[in-house]
């Protein structure tokens, strides 16, 4: 969750690390470092580090980030090689404060997970992470020497989380908030869970490390739960069998009260209902500054939706969004060139650091320089470059169905191709991969991956256009619309949105040489998502399909921003699981994590197009001539 893939699992509380990194005695030498317990109202007391630069001639904004994943290195004499968002704020000095929140690592108390925003509070008992940052942000200001009284947060995955958390009843000397990849709705969209499907390679395996109990206050929670050695994460899940199994004395054995509530709650019940953040961001009166990137496969959804609660509710407020080609918290690194078979042309770090997130702090708590960045900034992939709008979704942008149709097409004419349906067996015992890639744990360049091995299976239905004539931008919200009937009570749709590469030399532009092995006619995956087909008209209240009954999905996909380039073409494709990025279906109507594996069964799954049922994707086109 959170911070998902492994290789980045810290990245959250240790991203200034990955930058370029200073002198190792810099902080040492040009700051002060306190540790201490913050009481908050209800008598829990929040571990606190504390850098204060030893240049006492002017007076410093705090920049605090609140994690659960340590505020350490503990102890007055231990110093990080570097502290802060970024190695230009550390060195333009600011009071820079660290914090372990309520119930992780050094802090009192007891831990819930995305702990639910509290709107009435009516004793000094009702505590919450807005309440516990205004605490905090209270005592630093009259205890800090040398402070200017204004504050600002940031944060990345869950401590992005804690930082939109920061905006509902906001301490008024908070004056400046940067959500990146913030965790958000973990039922619809984030981490947990995407539109009801379970996540369960991610969730499996941070829950191993971060769902370790406590008895108190810990520097270390030392080694993970329990051993899950593999190296083919498919053949591993596969073999584990319905995610009951999870629960067995091998692994959670119900020792993870996170792992144990995810099972328990198998609906947006309240559970999630209340620990969805964005129906609290209203009237909020603070610059934001939301960080996002296109191949996030954590938290793309969080970033996107947290911007978008905030313009819908506090219209008046200035709010930016970024979004640029990183992965999960990739931003935080130094340099940013290349994902996947992708080369940008420049280092896109360098450009968020320098132009937006350095002057972004320095200009709303210090008054320093200048802000003048467009509503949105956001990467255009296809063409590499930075776009800039006014606002996100751009105004200049027209909704287009595009049809899939008989013979595999995909056209703008609906009176074309409008004959019967496709049909393919969805077998739990044989799901889809999410990856073409043989790997332990999760393949990160998923999100960008040539997705000919999916294109091979009969259980995956592909729909192409005819190669493009001009090139075609897209910007903004996908939905695609399925007409389909299945021979089972329940199953899952995943639709990807994908660029077809031309045949020819000219597909080689903006490709790493070496990084596909057969360029012409490769099958770039851009957008995907997944919807579990009980959820297809209520996310709390599920429903049966009636077998051979024509039901309608619509599937609502994240936003992009990507250019088609003439002679490309634009390709749709269908299946029914995604393994093990989601668990395994059923395929009938049940409660999930209550199946045994004799419940799994095959589904025949038709798609229709047949004049009547019209299964179509609404693509959002940007016109800029306007």
Sequence with gaps: MKVKFLPLLFLAFTSANCQEKPKDNFVRDHYNKMDTLITMRDGVRLYTVIYSPKDQTEKYPILMERTPYSAGP?????YASQIGPDSALMHQKYIFVYQDVRGRYMSEGINLEVTPYIENKKSKQDVDESSDTWDTVDWLIHHIKNNNGRVGLYGISYPGFYATASLPGAHPAIKAVSPQAPVTDEFIGDDANHQGAFFL???????????KERKGPVEDYGSNMFQAKRTNAYDFFLQLGPIKNTQSATYFNHRSYIWNEY???????????????????????????????????????????????????????????????????????????????????????????????????????????????????????????????????????????????????????????????????????????????????????????????????????????????????????????????????????????????????????????????????????????????????????????????????????????????????????VQSSWFPLVDRNPQQ?????????????????????????????????????Q
């Design 201 to 211: 390679m991610d969730n499996f395996d941070f829950m191993n490390y971060y769902g």
């Design 589 to 625: 109507f049940l409660c999930i994590p209550d199946a045994n594996e004799r419940d799994f069964i095959k589904s025949s799954i038709k798609l229709y197009h047949d004049g009547v049922h019209i299964s179509k994707i609404s693509l959002p086109i940007l016109n800029k001539n």
């Design 263 to 573: 099972l328990q709650h198998d609906t947006y019940d309240t559970y999630w209902q209340k620990r969805n953040i964005r129906q609290y961001l209203k009237n909020i009166k603070i610059p934001v500054l939301v960080v996002g990137g296109w191949y996030d496969a954590e938290d793309l959804f969080g970033a996107l939706h947290t911007y978008k609660a905030i313009e819908d509710q506090s219209p008046q407020n200035k709010n930016f969004l970024v979004m640029g080609p990183w992965t999960h918290g990739a931003w935080a690194s130094r340099s940013w060139n290349t994902f996947g078979p992708y080369q940008f042309g420049s280092n896109t770090n360098e450009y968020f650091r320098d132009s937006l997130l350095t002057r972004f702090f320095n200009y709303y708590l210090k008054d320093q320089g200048d802000f003048n960045a467009r509503e949105a900034t956001i990467f255009e992939t296809g063409t590499n470059q930075w776009k800039h709008f006014n606002q996100w979704p751009p105004k200049n942008i027209q909704f287009t169905d595009f049809y899939l149709g008989q013979n595999h097409t995909l056209t703008t004419d609906k009176t074309l191709y409008q004959n019967g349906y496709d049909e393919y067996i969805s077998d739990p015992a044989n799901p889809v991969p999410y990856t073409g890639i043989s790997s332990a744990r999760r393949n990160n360049e998923y999100m960008a991956e040539d997705e000919r091995f999916a294109s091979k299976r009969n259980d995956v239905l592909s729909f192409a256009s005819e190669p493009l004539q001009n090139d075609l931008t897209i910007a903004g919200p996908l939905l695609a619309n399925l007409e389909v009937s299945i021979s089972t009570t329940d199953a899952d749709f995943i639709v990807k949105l994908i660029d077809v590469f031309p045949g020819d030399a000219s597909a080689s532009k903006n490709i790493r040489p070496g990084k596909l092995s057969s360029i012409p006619n490769a099958e770039m995956m851009v957008r995907a998502e997944v919807l579990r087909g009980k959820f297809r008209n209520s996310f709390s209240n599920p429903e049966a399909f009636i077998p051979g009954q024509v039901s309608q999905i619509k599937i609502s996909m994240n936003d992009i921003c990507h250019t088609f380039l003439k002679g490309h073409r634009i390709m749709v494709q």
């Design 74 to 78: 503990y102890g007055n004499n231990q």
